[in-house]
């Protein structure tokens, strides 16, 4: 079983429509990241959790909220679709030590979505 | 704020080859810099991961050095493989968080 597991790997949908992305780990980590893919631009980060209490804007938080359940589940929703964040998008996994300094994250496969 | 570069944005090459992917960064306040791979349909792997203080980090065919005072890494890939074929990912750990450039296409031909 993958570490770090985002559903649904797929969703196509309507302009408007409520969408829910979700994310576990069983990595045990304590940080966890959500970003979007677009062709041509890398991945951008939308926001950040540091612990269950810890939320964070990131680059491009406009449009999106996330919610923490537990250590092990983050979830990133888009209250009202549109066209433009047609996207991959990808969550990611870290561990907690060591302040600032740097962690190596752990990535998803990726949820690929499709607003129409 | 931060800004990463990679050239060539696509990369085909026959298989045998040796190459060089370049990234760029215009901050030179990084903690570290990392190279992933990214597979179609897949998340992103960890290839190699140099901390401010590295010049270079090295596993296997692959060699990736840093240059932070220029703001410049490459990531070497000797005698290339079609099992190579991916997309390639620069990130700078800057401000606490990752920022990435938009990768290299690459394409080894067998």
């Known amino acids: 079983d993958a570490d770090v597991t985002q559903t649904p790997r797929n969703r196509i949908t309507k302009t408007g429509k409520r969408i829910m992305l979700e994310c576990s780990q069983t990595?045990?980590?304590?940080?966890m990241y959500w970003y979007r893919q677009d062709p041509g631009l890398g991945l951008r980060l939308i926001y950040y959790s540091f612990d269950v209490k810890d939320i964070n804007k990131g680059e491009i938080s406009d449009g999106y909220s996330v919610s923490r359940q537990a250590q092990a589940k983050f979830s990133l929703s888009l209250e009202s679709a549109i066209p433009n964040q047609t996207a991959l998008y990808f969550c990611?996994?870290?561990?907690?030590?060591?302040?600032?300094?740097?962690?190596?994250?752990?990535f998803g496969d990726g949820t690929r979505l499709s607003i129409l | 704020k931060q800004e990463v570069t990679q050239i060539p944005a696509a990369l085909s090459v026959p298989e045998g080859e040796n190459l060089v992917l370049n990234c760029s960064f215009t901050d030179s306040a990084i903690y570290n810099l990392q190279w992933f791979r990214q597979d179609p349909g897949k998340g992103l792997t960890s290839l190699l991961l140099i901390q401010s203080s590295q010049r270079e980090q090295t596993s296997g065919r692959l060699n990736a050095s840093l240059d932070k005072s220029s703001g410049r890494s490459t990531l070497y890939i000797a005698a290339s493989q079609p099992g190579d074929s991916a997309t390639y990912l620069c990130?700078?750990?800057?401000?606490?968080?990752?920022?990435f450039g938009a990768g290299t296409i690459l394409r080894v031909k067998s």
């Open positions: 990611a996994t870290s561990e907690g030590r060591g302040g600032h300094l740097y962690q190596p994250q752990h």
């Open positions: 990595k045990g980590h304590d940080r």
């Open positions: 990130a700078v750990f800057s401000g606490n968080k990752l920022v």
